[in-house]
């Protein structure tokens, strides 16, 4: 019944932008942050972006600092990730994660996270 779940994936252009959006209205157990991760074929699960629950702190992955935006909208329970000028590497299932520890820096580590949507899948054609 604890359920984070993932929407906005779709096939884009390169440069284009898509927004990701996590639904936690249906996650009922206290969380401390919410990541966005994702994982293309063949290849290890990875942070992409980062949002402390409590302070608003975030972390950003190199490879889209600049160009994605995570963005918390509390009173519809959504945390966003706002992706710009998108590229082929960023090919990849998209997941939201939610973590109930309490960290003194916004976590990043895919085991930091304890509960993962179904994931959503972004498609970035050349």
């Known amino acids: 019944q604890v359920q984070l779940v993932e929407s906005g994936g779709g096939l884009v252009q390169a440069g284009g932008s898509l927004r990701l959006s996590c639904d936690t209205s249906?996650?009922?157990?206290?969380?401390?942050?919410i990541g966005w991760f994702r994982q293309a074929p063949g290849k290890e699960r990875e942070a992409v972006s980062c949002i402390s629950m409590i302070d608003a702190s975030t972390y950003y992955s190199d490879s889209v600092k600049g160009r994605f935006t995570i963005v918390k909208d509390n009173p519809n329970h959504l945390v966003h990730l706002q992706m710009e000028n998108l590229k082929p590497e960023d090919t990849a299932v998209y997941y939201c994660?939610?973590?109930?520890?309490?960290?003194?820096?916004?976590?990043?580590?895919?085991?930091?996270?304890?509960?993962w949507g179904q994931g959503t899948q972004v498609t970035v054609s050349s």
């Open positions: 249906k996650f009922t157990l206290d969380y401390y942050a």
């Open positions: 994660a939610a973590d109930r520890a309490v960290h003194s820096t916004v976590p990043y580590k895919v085991t930091s996270y304890d509960y």
